[in-house]
Structure formats: C-alpha cells, structure tokens
C-alpha cells in the first residue's frame, strides 16, 4: 500500500514564501512523474507544477518564475517552494505522483490528502 503524506503549508503574507513536501511511502518499485495540484473554492482542481525522473520541469503560466519543483528520488519525495506568493495562490494543494509498486506492475496515479495554503493581502 502507497501512502502520500504532504506537509508544509499554512499562512503566508502577500510577496512571501512557503515550501510544501509530499513523500511517498509503501511499496515503491519506481516513481515517474511527480507533480502539485491545487484547488480554490468553487473551483476545479488545477495543475501547477510537474517533473519527471529525469528532473524536467514544467509550470503552469500563474506560477511560473514564482515557485520551482523539486525531487529527491531516493527518498521519493517531492517538493514545492513558493515565493512571491499572492493572494490568488490560496488553494489546498494536493501532490501526485505515478508510480510502480512492482517491476512487472502498471503505472497508477496516487494522490496526498491536501494541504491548504492561506495567502493574505
């Protein structure tokens, strides 16, 4: 069973900075693309970041040039900086990733519980 247990978010001030982790534990046989989502109220949910195995990363337009993704694959975790945060950002963020289980497995997707992120003005 794969568990993905987020952590990091809270209450920022417009212009500041909060880190969001997400590490994945169980059995992992591999771990391809990992990414962050986020949901405002009355919204759906949307993709902020991604990265592959490889380190490529990729940015929705709103966040661009403000938070940057990061890995640690031997720990199977994925990380979020957000800096110059503004109000718009407030949202629960969620991370994904897709991953194995086993080396003859097929890819499922998982997702962390949410971790809600407050930027004020």
């Known amino acids: 069973q794969v568990q993905l247990v987020e952590s990091g978010g809270g209450l920022a001030r417009t212009g500041g900075s909060l880190r969001l982790y997400c590490a994945a534990s169980?059995?992992?046989?591999?771990?391809?693309?990992m990414g962050w989502y986020r949901q405002a109220p009355g919204k759906q949910r949307e993709l902020v970041a991604t990265?592959?195995?490889?380190?490529?990363?990729s940015y929705a337009n709103s966040v661009k040039d403000r938070f940057t993704i990061s890995r640690d694959n031997p720990k199977n975790t994925v990380y979020l900086q957000m800096s110059s945060l503004k109000p718009e950002d407030t949202a629960v963020y969620y991370c994904?990733?897709?991953?194995?289980?086993?080396?003859?497995?097929?890819?499922?997707?998982?997702w962390g519980q949410g971790t809600q992120v407050t930027v004020s003005s």
């Open positions: 994904n990733m897709v991953l194995r289980t086993s080396s003859s497995g097929h890819p499922s997707i998982y």
């Open positions: 169980g059995s992992i046989f591999s771990v391809n693309v």
């Open positions: 990265i592959t195995s490889s380190g490529s990363a």
